[in-house]
T-cell receptor, first 113, second 110 residues
Framework: GAGVSQTPSNKVTEKGKYVELRCDPISGHTALYWYRQSLGQGPEFLIYFQGTGAADDSGLPNDRFFAVRPEGSVSTLKIQRTERGDSAVYLC???????????FGPGTRLTVL | AQRVTQPEKLLSVFKGAPVELKCNYSYSGSPELFWYVQYSRQRLQLLLRHISRESIKGFTADLNKGETSFHLKKPFAQEEDSAMYYCALSGNTGFQKLVFGTGTRLLVSP
């Protein structure tokens, strides 16, 4: 079956612009995670959704970052006033429940010029 | 503080040689430990988790609470094992909030 998909695969933007990154989880997966992976680092947790609600957003670096999952399926990560330090690969993962195996998407590579 | 340390950025071995990828962790409480793998041009995927006590693709990992380690081992490396390996932990209650190490690139040469 289809795995987790993320769009776009690459996004280049200018400093100060707004971007949206989309994640389509595996159908039926209630748990959805966003991670950020900077060059030479492992993925870092950003936010966790259980259904439609953000159960834990403690990893969001500041209030420029926001994520939604309005219907409990697709999620969008939104970044306002992008900065060069936001450049990274943004990974999405989904799972059948809060303790199940996380299945990762291919990531979106964000480059802020 | 929760932390995962993978001291080696790169591990290079010959085919058929034993492999040990090191992972140490710090965590207040009883964590759950994982190894994730990313093959070239593929997405990150779970290799094994300590509670399963499985051997996957010939790899095993034993949780050593005294040494706070979860090293990944394989007795005879294969070329197809070449990949990026990440050790990760989460708490054993609540949701699975993964904390990853910086990763070790394993290169198996013929």
């Amino acid at each position: 079956g289809a795995g987790v998909s993320q769009t776009p695969s690459n996004k280049v933007t200018e400093k100060g612009k707004y971007v949206e990154l989309r994640c389509d989880p595996i159908s039926g997966h209630t748990a959805l995670y966003w991670y950020r992976q900077s060059l030479g680092q492992g993925p870092e947790f950003l936010i966790y959704f259980q259904g439609t609600g953000a159960a834990d957003d403690s990893g969001l670096p500041n209030d420029r970052f926001f994520a939604v999952r309005p219907e409990g399926s697709v999620s969008t990560l939104k970044i306002q006033r992008t900065e060069r330090g936001d450049s990274a690969v943004y990974l999405c993962a989904s799972s059948t429940n809060s303790r199940g195996e996380q299945f990762f998407g291919p990531g979106t590579r964000l480059t802020v010029l | 503080a929760q932390r995962v340390t993978q001291p080696e950025k790169l591990l290079s071995v010959f085919k058929g040689a034993p492999v040990e990828l090191k992972c140490n962790y710090s965590y207040s409480g009883s964590p759950e430990l994982f190894w994730y793998v990313q093959y070239s041009r593929q997405r990150l995927q779970l290799l094994l988790r300590h509670i399963s006590r499985e051997s996957i693709k010939g790899f095993t990992a034993d949780l050593n609470k005294g040494e706070t380690s979860f090293h990944l081992k394989k007795p005879f490396a294969q070329e197809e094992d070449s990949a990026m390996y990440y050790c990760a932990l989460s708490g054993n209650t609540g949701f699975q909030k993964l904390v990853f190490g910086t990763g070790t690139r394993l290169l198996v040469s013929p």
